[in-house]
């Protein structure tokens, strides 16, 4: 099992809104994961967590200084319209036929 280091950040998960106050990440910037806590500053690329209300997959870049949200809320969206999609075939086929 790898070793990773916790980062100081707070969230909110971008598919239920629930606050998100434990991440992890494997890219500090001195190279070591020690299981320390971090702040945003001391992070090369990402940090990450599964939300602990919804388990949705939540990361953060910060490759580029401020930390940005990937996209995995596109994902998740287009499966949730899938989802609904396919409840209401089987809606409509299960229905008694007049």
């Not at 790898?2 to 707070?10: A, L, R, S």
């Not at 806590?37 to 910060?62: R, S, T």
Request: aromatic residues 10%.
């Amino acid at each position: 099992m790898g070793m990773f280091d916790y980062v100081k950040y707070e969230a909110d998960c971008f598919l239920c809104g629930q606050p998100i106050k434990e991440w992890q990440t494997k890219s500090a910037k001195d190279g070591e994961d020690l299981m320390r806590q971090l702040e945003v500053k001391d992070v090369a690329e990402n940090f990450y967590d599964i939300c602990p209300h919804c388990g949705a997959w939540n990361e953060y870049d910060v490759s580029k200084g401020k930390p940005r949200l990937k996209k995995q809320k596109e994902l998740y969206e287009i499966e949730r319209v899938n989802k609904e999609e396919r409840k209401k075939a089987k809606e409509i086929k299960a229905a008694p036929k007049e």
